[in-house]
């Protein structure tokens, strides 16, 4: 079944403590990304990957660290995490290339730093 | 810059009744305009998708849209709303960075017996 999976569905940590939340993806696409959710702002994109080794920032990347070392996995590094990092992530991957392809989502890493 | 705007928050339907959920967009060029549905402890699913072409689009689960140039718009809509469409709804709009999705803050639609 093609899926992207997300590692944990859920985690609460304490200010400071280096976490990273997994991604991975069996659909040999090459375009990954890490979206945020948060109340009344819609997900908002925080990095992305275009292929392995290419990484670039989304519009709110601060506090957030990502590799790309394989093209399935794309983890997502929060090196000192601070409770406005409190929020639901996602992790989507894209078919194809060119625009207009959909976004394959996972289901979603619910973080709580406290 | 690009944007997308779901001017309901909250939408309550009782069962059985037709739904339509608004959605505008802000673009300078046509977009590729997408609608995904989020249920409870779930990731995203798309509902359906407008690239080019018919401006009516169908997608699953008897969700249909219209893309409307003239109004920047993309509503999503049914005819009859099932107590299993309570869920939260995102309209996105695709930058042509395929990387990308601008989403909408999302309508949150309850379902009344």
């Known amino acids: 079944e093609a899926q992207v999976t997300q590692n944990p569905r859920y985690l609460i940590t304490v200010t400071g403590k280096k976490l990273t939340v997994t991604c991975s993806q069996n659909?040999?696409?090459?375009?990954m990304s890490w979206y945020r959710q948060d109340p009344g702002l819609g997900l908002r994109q925080i990095y992305y990957?275009?292929?392995?080794?290419?990484?670039d920032k989304g519009d709110v990347p601060e506090g957030y660290k990502v590799s790309r070392k394989e093209k399935r996995n794309f983890p997502l590094i929060l090196e000192s995490p601070s409770p406005n990092q409190t929020s639901l992530y996602f992790c989507?991957?894209?078919?194809?290339?060119?625009?207009?392809?959909?976004?394959?989502f996972g289901q979603g890493t619910r973080l709580t730093v406290v | 810059a690009q944007s997308v705007t779901q001017p309901d928050i909250h939408i309550t339907v009782s069962e059985g009744a037709s739904l339509e959920l608004r959605c505008n967009y802000s673009y300078g060029a046509t977009p590729y305009l997408f609608w995904y549905v989020q249920s409870p402890g779930q990731g995203l699913q798309l509902l359906l998708k407008y690239f080019s072409g018919d401006t009516l689009v169908q997608g699953i689960k008897g969700f249909e849209a219209e893309f409307k140039r003239s109004q920047s718009s993309f509503n999503l809509r049914k005819p009859s709303v099932h107590w299993s469409d309570a869920a939260e709804y995102f309209c996105a709009v695709d930058s042509y960075n395929f990387n990308k999705f601008y989403f909408g803050s999302g309508t949150k639609l309850n379902v009344k017996p």
């Open positions: 990957s275009m292929n392995v080794e290419v990484t």
């Open positions: 989507a991957s894209n078919k194809g290339q060119g625009a207009g392809t959909e976004a394959f």
């Open positions: 659909m040999n696409h090459e375009y």
